[in-house]
């Protein structure tokens, strides 16, 4: 028991979401970076998504129907929304915010996963691709060479992996979601750089895993060549347990007796709590 290191997961969000690293050593559920290219100008086998934002003030988003049924805070989806700003919306929704908040965001759709949601465009020769690798029992999203709105433009190039749960099982039924960057440039300082992670906002959920520059603890850094997978458990999963605080009761009720002030000091009568999330 401690505090969390850079290769921890991060602590779980109050449904039960946490995210591994690759860098995570240790942990079964650790991700192996490996790209998956579909972009069929590169080679791949995926298919475009009918998106275009060539500038700012284009931002666009485009619904699509999922292979398979997906369940993302035990709520089965049949459709997802894509974003060009980085973003994927489980079910159908015309929102497509530019300005990245902090999770759980208000401006923003209710059952988000951002994975690398900033301002972006999509300049000559950059796509947004989609393909259901059925042998894996994969569907990937990639956001091929988009541009960062911030300064001169540079690349962003990841992708969203869900998982289907009838090959990839999982403690709650919700499935798998990985994210992968090819090429990660968190430049925006204009605009508290990039958020990465997912929400529930009609529930209260989220899971951060940057905002502002900041990293979640349990995150050693970001970067290109990364692999990030967020779970709510593998069925053999152990479990896991990390230091999330304490709590000294020094007033005058019940078991204890001081100045009521949080602080243990002399001759006080204290009672003192760990806190622990699992």
Known sequence: IGNLEDTDPTHPDGYGYRMFQDADNGFAESPTYSWVEIDPTLGGPGTFVSINDPSAGHDT???????????????????????????????ETDESYFRNY????????????????DDLSMPAGSHIGQYHDVTGG?????????????G???EETFELILLDTDCW?????????IMQYLALNNVDSWDNYA?????DRDQGYALEVTYANRLAPGVSVLRSGQAFLLTTGRPTAGAYISYAGNIVDDDSTGGSFGNGDGVPQNAETIQFQ???LN
């Open 169 to 177: 099982p999982t403690r709650t039924g919700d499935g798998d979601l």
């Open 138 to 150: 994969r569907f990937i999203i990639e956001w091929s060479r988009l541009a960062n709105q911030y």
């Open 195 to 199: 958020t990465i992670g997912l929400q």
């Open 102 to 117: 902090s999770l759980p965001a208000i401006a923003s759709p209710d059952n988000m996963v951002c994975v690398f949601w």
């Open 274 to 276: 760990v806190q622990l």
């Open 152 to 154: 001169t433009g540079l």
């Open 61 to 91: 988003s485009t619904t699509i129907n999922l292979p398979f049924p997906f369940s993302f805070y035990g709520v089965i989806y049949s459709q997802i929304t894509i974003c060009s700003n980085g973003f994927v919306s489980f079910g």
